[in-house]
């Protein structure tokens, strides 16, 4: 080939994307929000937006504004609030879909073949979540080809706007997959919720 037209053809070193925005190659989409939060179908647990940690509620803002990079991967010690605080953001989503990692693979294997429309969900909606990663010991070929599938789909079709969570830091998480993944659930944003054990204050607040 004339290397002059090879070249011209590398003078536009940014390929656009079909909505033009060269920002989702960077997982940086905004996320519509509603005024009001409404609870779908997803777990109803008990959940207010006002008791999420505030630096975990400005990184909220900035995903869904689209100046923080997606997925969001949010990891920290059992009973910090992160299903909860997870769950208070799809309430404000028009459309969000949640599944543990355990109930996706569930749904994979199900004789009844709901296998198409778990992926289809996890594909289509606005905001995808996987919670509960590395919760097992040891993870089989069914959790790792499911996470990895899930990443796929968002990465591919949803411009990575997915909340991954996990009781494990990115390094224990390894041990678990494998760098390959674990770069990949990392890649936007990571914020770490520290603190105490929700559910063990509450318990002692019913108690008093
Ligand atoms: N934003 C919130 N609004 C109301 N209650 C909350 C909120 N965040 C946490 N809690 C309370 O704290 C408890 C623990 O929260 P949650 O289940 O989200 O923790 P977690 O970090 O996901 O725990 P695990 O690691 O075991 O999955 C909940 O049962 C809930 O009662
Ligand atoms: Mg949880």
């Not at 536009?12 to 929000?33: I, V």
């Not at 995808?128 to 069914?142: P, T, Y």
């Not at 499911?146 to 591919?156: G, N």
Request: charged content about 30%; aromatic content about 6%; proline content about 4%.
């Amino acid at each position: 080939m004339d290397p002059k037209i090879l070249g011209e053809h590398f003078d536009h070193l940014t390929t656009l994307h079909e909505s033009g925005n060269p920002d989702l190659a960077n997982g940086r989409r905004s996320l519509p929000l509603r005024k009001t939060p409404e609870c779908h179908q997803m777990p109803e647990l008990y959940r207010r937006m006002d008791r999420v940690d505030k630096d975990l509620l400005t990184a909220f803002r900035r995903l869904a504004a689209g100046e923080y990079s997606w997925p969001l991967f949010l990891h920290g010690a059992v009973g910090t609030g992160k299903t909860l605080a997870a769950l208070s953001l799809a309430d404000f989503v028009l459309e969000a879909g949640y599944w543990t990692l355990e109930a996706l693979c569930d749904a994979i294997m199900d004789p009844e073949s709901k296998t198409t429309l778990a992926w289809k969900g996890v594909r289509e909606t606005r905001l995808a979540i996987l919670d509960e990663l590395g919760e097992r010991s040891k993870v089989g070929d069914l959790q790792y080809t499911t996470v990895k599938k899930h990443l796929d789909l968002r990465e591919q079709r949803a411009g990575r706007v997915a909340i991954y969570i996990s009781n494990l830091t990115p390094e224990q998480l390894v041990q678990m997959f494998d760098k390959r993944i674990v770069s990949r659930l990392t890649a936007g944003t990571v914020v770490a919720l520290q603190g105490k054990d929700r559910r063990a204050t509450e318990i002692c607040e019913e108690k008093s």
